[in-house]
C-alpha cells in the first residue's frame, strides 16, 4: 500500500468520443460496447448514471499491448433496456455473464466503478479462473452493512429519504429527471463541459424507462435499510457474498482511491489492507466519485504499472537522476510541458517531429547516427508539472516497455528536476553498461533542459 501526495484533477481532459459502438445480442437484447487494442481482454464496467463514455480517456493508454473494451450496460447508454421491465441486479449480473462469455474473454481483467465493482465483483468470486485480475474504482467492496456504516452523513440521508419516501425518489428520478445531472455533479471534482454532460445526460432525456432503469433497479432506492439484507438475493446480499467471496479471492486487486472519495472513505481502504491477499492500494489525488473525469491519465498509467510489476511479474528496472537547476520551475516547465523541439535542448536528439497535443500524442525523434525512437505521451501534469512518456519502438537499447518521467519542483528556493526511466532489459548481460549510459544521458538532457529554459 502507498500514497501519494494529494494531485489535483487534471486539465485539459478530452470531450471527444472517437469510438465506433459495436453491438452483440444477449439473452434478447443489443448490448453496446466499444474496443481498441489487441492482446489479453481487459474490461471495463461503469456505473450509475454513466456508461462507457466514463472510461473515454483510459481505454486508449490501456489499450497498447492490451484489448481494452467498454460496456455500456443494460439500460445505460446506448445497450437496450433490460428485458420485461426486469431492472434486478440478479439480471443485469446475467448480461454481463453472458456478455463475457458471448465475447469470448478469457483470463480478464476487471476495471470497475460504482455498480459496475458490485457486477464485477460477482463475476470475480464466481469465475476466479477465467479473471486475471480487478482494478477497484471507486466501489463497494465491503459486506453492505459495513459499507453503509462508512458512508457520509449525506448519502446516508439519501438512501434513507429515497427509502422512506418513494414518491420523492419516482418524481426526482422518472418525473422530473434531475438525479442524472445532481449525481455527475456531486461525485465528479471538476466542472464537466456542456458536451461531456449532454453525452451523459442525453440518454435519459426521452426515455422514462431509462429513468425506471435507475429508480427501480439496484442503486440508493432500493438499498435496503442500513444495507441489512431483507430476502437472500436482494441487492444487500449480493453485496455480502461479494465481500464474503473477495476474502478467499487469490489474483491480484489494485484499488484505486480519491481524496476525499465518496463511497470509499478511510474505513473501506482500512478494511481492503486488512482482508485482501493480493492488493496494492494507491490515492490518485482528488477527487470524489468518478475519477476517470478528474485522473483519467493518471489511472491508465497505474493499470499499466501493475500490469507490468505485478500481473506479468517482470523485472523491472530504474535509471533515476535528480539535479538542480539554474532556472525558475515555471521556465524549466515550459519546456518541457510541449513534448516537442527535443533536437533543440537534448544533445543526441538530431530530429523530433510531434503529431497531436498533450496526452496520447506520438513523437518520432531520431539520434544522430540515425536510429529511430517512436514514442507516446502519457501525462502532461500541469499542476504538479509531471510529463510521462513512453517508447513504443526504438533501436537504441536493449530494452522494452520503456516509460520516463520527468518531474520539476520548487525545493527550497531551487528548481530540481528528477528524470526517472522505468524498462525491462532485453539482455541481462548489457544492464551494466545501459544502466551507465542512460545516467550519462539523462544527465545531459537535464542540462540542455536547463540551457533552453535560461534561453527561453
Known sequence: MYHVNAQKPEKNISASFPYEMKAIEVNGIQLKYYEQGNGEPVLFLHGIPTSSYLWRNVVPLVAIGNRAIALDLAGYGQSDLPANKDYSFQLQYTYLKKFIEKMELRNVTLVVNDLGSALGIKYAVEHENNVKAIVMIESVFMPAHDWHKQLTMMQKMMFSMFRKYPGMAEKMIVTKNRMPDMVLKMGTSRKLSANEKEFYLEPYKNSVERRR???????????????LSQNPGDFSDALDQNAKGLLSFSKPILLLYASPGLIVQKEAIQYAKVNFKKCTIVNIGKGKHFLPEDHPSRIG????????TTLNKTNMKQVSITKSVNASAEEVWNI???????DKWIPFISTCKLEGKGVGAKRVCTTADGKV???TILLVDEGNRIF??????????PTKNYVGTVSVKDSMGKTEVMWVADFEMTMEAAWPEVEKGLTNLLTEAISGLETAAKMN
Open 213 to 227: 432503469v435507475y429508480l427501480s433497479g439496484p442503486g440508493p432506492a432500493t438499498f435496503q435499510k442500513k444495507g
Open 373 to 375: 525512437l517512436k514514442e
Open 301 to 308: 498509467n497505474e493499470i499499466n504499472s501493475f500490469y507490468q
Open 336 to 342: 518541457l510541458r510541449t513534448g516537442t523541439d527535443l
Open 388 to 397: 510521462k512518456y513512453r517508447i513504443d519502438e526504438q533501436d537504441v537499447l
